[in-house]
Protein backbone atom coordinates (compact mmCIF):
# COMPACT_ATOMS: atom_id res chain seq x y z
CA UNK A 1 0.00 0.00 0.00
CA UNK A 2 1.13 3.26 0.36
CA UNK A 3 2.98 5.07 2.42
CA UNK A 4 1.64 8.61 3.78
CA UNK A 5 2.45 11.11 6.40
CA UNK A 6 0.89 13.45 8.27
CA UNK A 7 2.42 16.71 6.66
CA UNK A 8 1.72 16.99 2.75
CA UNK A 9 4.20 18.20 0.74
CA UNK A 10 3.34 22.43 0.08
CA UNK A 11 4.13 24.72 -2.69
CA UNK A 12 3.53 28.33 -2.45
CA UNK A 13 2.80 30.21 -5.97
CA UNK A 14 1.78 34.41 -6.50
CA UNK A 15 -0.86 34.22 -8.77
CA UNK A 16 -0.58 34.57 -12.39
CA UNK A 17 2.69 32.11 -12.04
CA UNK A 18 2.83 28.87 -13.22
CA UNK A 19 2.82 25.99 -10.75
CA UNK A 20 4.35 22.08 -11.38
CA UNK A 21 3.45 19.66 -8.90
CA UNK A 22 5.38 16.27 -8.81
CA UNK A 23 4.84 12.68 -8.32
CA UNK A 24 6.85 9.66 -8.22
CA UNK A 25 5.51 6.01 -8.77
CA UNK A 26 6.80 2.71 -8.10
CA UNK A 27 4.78 0.26 -10.57
CA UNK A 28 6.30 -0.01 -13.96
CA UNK A 29 3.18 -1.73 -14.99
CA UNK A 30 1.05 1.13 -14.04
CA UNK A 31 -0.66 2.11 -17.75
CA UNK A 32 -2.75 4.72 -16.89
CA UNK A 33 -2.30 7.75 -14.05
CA UNK A 34 -4.62 10.41 -12.95
CA UNK A 35 -4.64 14.09 -11.65
CA UNK A 36 -7.28 14.76 -9.03
CA UNK A 37 -7.58 18.41 -7.43
CA UNK A 38 -9.42 18.26 -3.71
CA UNK A 39 -10.59 21.29 -1.78
CA UNK A 40 -11.38 21.56 1.61
CA UNK A 41 -14.18 19.83 2.51
CA UNK A 42 -14.74 17.97 -0.89
CA UNK A 43 -14.28 15.04 -2.56
CA UNK A 44 -11.70 15.05 -5.15
CA UNK A 45 -11.99 16.01 -8.45
CA UNK A 46 -10.94 14.61 -11.89
CA UNK A 47 -8.56 17.25 -14.13
CA UNK A 48 -6.80 15.32 -16.48
CA UNK A 49 -5.57 11.79 -17.49
CA UNK A 50 -2.44 10.57 -19.51
CA UNK A 51 -1.82 6.93 -20.05
CA UNK A 52 1.24 5.14 -20.51
CA UNK A 53 1.78 5.43 -24.54
CA UNK A 54 2.14 8.96 -24.37
CA UNK A 55 4.22 11.48 -22.47
CA UNK A 56 2.09 14.84 -22.34
CA UNK A 57 -1.27 16.12 -22.60
CA UNK A 58 -2.89 19.31 -22.33
CA UNK A 59 -5.43 20.39 -20.58
CA UNK A 60 -7.34 23.53 -20.24
CA UNK A 61 -4.65 25.38 -18.36
CA UNK A 62 -3.40 22.55 -17.42
CA UNK A 63 -0.75 19.74 -18.78
CA UNK A 64 0.70 16.35 -17.38
CA UNK A 65 3.91 14.53 -18.45
CA UNK A 66 5.00 11.42 -17.91
CA UNK A 67 8.39 10.13 -18.24
CA UNK A 68 8.56 5.99 -17.83
CA UNK A 69 11.94 5.85 -17.29
CA UNK A 70 12.14 7.29 -14.31
CA UNK A 71 8.24 6.70 -13.01
CA UNK A 72 7.68 10.77 -12.61
CA UNK A 73 4.59 12.18 -13.41
CA UNK A 74 3.97 16.35 -13.13
CA UNK A 75 1.32 18.34 -13.39
CA UNK A 76 2.03 21.67 -15.03
CA UNK A 77 -0.68 24.58 -13.86
CA UNK A 78 -0.32 28.11 -16.38
CA UNK A 79 -1.33 31.30 -15.04
CA UNK A 80 -2.14 29.65 -11.59
CA UNK A 81 -5.22 31.25 -9.76
CA UNK A 82 -6.29 31.52 -5.95
CA UNK A 83 -9.24 29.11 -6.86
CA UNK A 84 -6.68 26.61 -8.12
CA UNK A 85 -5.44 26.14 -4.34
CA UNK A 86 -6.24 22.95 -3.30
CA UNK A 87 -4.71 19.13 -2.54
CA UNK A 88 -3.29 17.82 -5.73
CA UNK A 89 -2.89 14.07 -6.02
CA UNK A 90 -1.63 11.90 -8.45
CA UNK A 91 -3.55 8.32 -8.71
CA UNK A 92 -1.96 5.12 -10.75
CA UNK A 93 -3.98 2.04 -12.58
CA UNK A 94 -2.71 -0.99 -13.46
CA UNK A 95 -1.08 -1.75 -10.26
CA UNK A 96 -1.22 -5.67 -9.18
CA UNK A 97 -3.64 -6.50 -12.44
CA UNK A 98 -6.07 -4.69 -11.56
CA UNK A 99 -7.83 -3.00 -13.92
CA UNK A 100 -9.75 -0.44 -12.05
CA UNK A 101 -7.65 -0.36 -8.55
CA UNK A 102 -6.60 3.48 -8.19
CA UNK A 103 -3.66 3.72 -5.51
CA UNK A 104 -2.72 7.30 -4.45
CA UNK A 105 -0.09 9.44 -3.82
CA UNK A 106 0.37 11.62 -1.13
CA UNK A 107 -0.89 14.61 -2.37
CA UNK A 108 0.52 18.06 -2.59
CA UNK A 109 -1.21 21.16 -1.27
CA UNK A 110 -1.33 24.16 -3.56
CA UNK A 111 -1.41 27.77 -1.54
CA UNK A 112 -1.91 30.53 -4.30
CA UNK A 113 -0.93 33.92 -2.77
CA UNK A 114 -2.94 36.77 -4.51
CA UNK B 1 -19.02 12.90 -15.47
CA UNK B 2 -21.65 11.45 -12.98
CA UNK B 3 -23.42 12.79 -10.15
CA UNK B 4 -22.91 11.13 -6.70
CA UNK B 5 -24.65 12.25 -3.76
CA UNK B 6 -23.29 10.63 -0.40
CA UNK B 7 -25.62 10.48 3.10
CA UNK B 8 -24.97 11.67 5.29
CA UNK B 9 -22.34 14.65 4.89
CA UNK B 10 -20.71 14.33 8.17
CA UNK B 11 -21.85 12.81 11.71
CA UNK B 12 -20.58 12.71 15.36
CA UNK B 13 -20.49 8.99 16.43
CA UNK B 14 -19.94 6.93 19.71
CA UNK B 15 -17.57 4.53 20.19
CA UNK B 16 -19.24 1.25 19.87
CA UNK B 17 -21.91 2.23 17.47
CA UNK B 18 -22.28 1.57 13.55
CA UNK B 19 -23.11 4.02 10.72
CA UNK B 20 -24.05 3.21 7.47
CA UNK B 21 -23.18 6.05 4.51
CA UNK B 22 -25.02 5.94 1.31
CA UNK B 23 -24.01 6.61 -1.75
CA UNK B 24 -26.41 7.35 -4.63
CA UNK B 25 -25.20 7.72 -8.30
CA UNK B 26 -27.24 9.27 -10.98
CA UNK B 27 -26.55 6.72 -13.71
CA UNK B 28 -26.23 3.31 -13.92
CA UNK B 29 -22.62 1.98 -13.10
CA UNK B 30 -20.96 -0.82 -13.21
CA UNK B 31 -18.16 -0.43 -10.52
CA UNK B 32 -18.45 1.36 -7.53
CA UNK B 33 -15.46 1.60 -5.03
CA UNK B 34 -15.36 2.82 -1.18
CA UNK B 35 -12.21 4.56 -0.06
CA UNK B 36 -11.23 6.13 3.41
CA UNK B 37 -8.87 9.80 3.64
CA UNK B 38 -7.47 9.92 7.32
CA UNK B 39 -7.02 13.27 8.38
CA UNK B 40 -4.63 15.13 6.42
CA UNK B 41 -3.81 11.91 4.37
CA UNK B 42 -4.21 10.12 0.96
CA UNK B 43 -6.92 7.89 -0.09
CA UNK B 44 -7.02 4.33 0.52
CA UNK B 45 -9.09 1.82 -1.23
CA UNK B 46 -11.06 -0.21 0.94
CA UNK B 47 -13.28 -2.44 -1.11
CA UNK B 48 -14.70 -2.47 -4.76
CA UNK B 49 -18.16 -3.32 -4.84
CA UNK B 50 -19.87 -4.30 -8.09
CA UNK B 51 -23.70 -5.45 -7.75
CA UNK B 52 -24.55 -9.49 -8.02
CA UNK B 53 -21.51 -10.00 -6.34
CA UNK B 54 -19.58 -9.93 -3.11
CA UNK B 55 -17.08 -6.70 -2.53
CA UNK B 56 -13.80 -7.15 -2.66
CA UNK B 57 -12.16 -5.93 0.53
CA UNK B 58 -7.99 -4.15 0.14
CA UNK B 59 -5.80 -5.95 2.89
CA UNK B 60 -5.95 -4.59 6.04
CA UNK B 61 -10.26 -3.91 5.55
CA UNK B 62 -12.47 -6.66 6.63
CA UNK B 63 -15.86 -7.43 5.83
CA UNK B 64 -16.94 -7.33 9.60
CA UNK B 65 -15.47 -4.21 9.93
CA UNK B 66 -16.65 -2.65 6.60
CA UNK B 67 -19.48 -4.62 5.09
CA UNK B 68 -20.75 -3.50 2.04
CA UNK B 69 -23.99 -3.95 0.02
CA UNK B 70 -24.69 -3.04 -3.92
CA UNK B 71 -28.47 -3.57 -4.54
CA UNK B 72 -27.96 -2.35 -8.27
CA UNK B 73 -26.42 -0.44 -10.64
CA UNK B 74 -26.90 3.14 -9.05
CA UNK B 75 -26.52 2.72 -4.78
CA UNK B 76 -24.82 1.72 -2.72
CA UNK B 77 -23.82 1.65 1.26
CA UNK B 78 -20.81 1.22 3.46
CA UNK B 79 -21.66 0.12 7.11
CA UNK B 80 -18.66 1.06 9.64
CA UNK B 81 -19.28 -1.33 12.32
CA UNK B 82 -18.15 -1.10 16.51
CA UNK B 83 -16.40 2.31 15.83
CA UNK B 84 -13.66 3.57 17.79
CA UNK B 85 -12.03 6.99 17.23
CA UNK B 86 -9.33 5.46 14.91
CA UNK B 87 -12.45 5.44 12.90
CA UNK B 88 -12.83 8.98 12.20
CA UNK B 89 -11.77 9.88 8.65
CA UNK B 90 -13.64 10.96 5.52
CA UNK B 91 -15.50 8.06 3.80
CA UNK B 92 -15.50 8.44 -0.64
CA UNK B 93 -17.57 6.64 -2.81
CA UNK B 94 -16.07 7.32 -6.47
CA UNK B 95 -17.74 5.55 -9.67
CA UNK B 96 -15.92 3.74 -12.56
CA UNK B 97 -17.78 4.63 -15.60
CA UNK B 98 -16.51 5.04 -18.96
CA UNK B 99 -14.84 2.03 -18.93
CA UNK B 100 -11.36 3.95 -19.58
CA UNK B 101 -10.48 3.59 -15.81
CA UNK B 102 -11.50 7.27 -14.61
CA UNK B 103 -13.24 7.70 -11.39
CA UNK B 104 -15.50 10.15 -10.71
CA UNK B 105 -15.92 10.30 -6.41
CA UNK B 106 -18.57 11.81 -4.51
CA UNK B 107 -18.20 14.78 -1.57
CA UNK B 108 -17.29 12.47 1.32
CA UNK B 109 -18.73 11.71 4.52
CA UNK B 110 -16.51 13.61 7.22
CA UNK B 111 -16.96 10.87 10.56
CA UNK B 112 -16.18 11.42 14.00
CA UNK B 113 -15.79 9.03 16.40
CA UNK B 114 -15.90 9.98 19.96
Known amino acids: GESVGLHLPTLSVQEGDNSIINCAYS??????FIWYKQESGKGPQFIID?????DKRQGQRVTVLLNKTVKHLSLQIAATQPGDSAVYFC?????????????FGKGTLLTVNP | SAVISQKPSRDICQRGTSLTIQCQVD?????MFWYRQQPGQSLTLIAT?????????ESGFVIDKFPISRPNLTFSTLTVSNMSPEDSSIYLC???????????FGPGTRLTVL
Open chain 2, 94 to 104: SVERLARGEQF
Open chain 1, 91 to 103: AENGSGGSNYKLT
Open chain 1, 27 to 32: NSASDY
Open chain 2, 49 to 57: ANQGSEATY
Open chain 1, 50 to 54: IRSNM
Open chain 2, 27 to 31: SQVTM
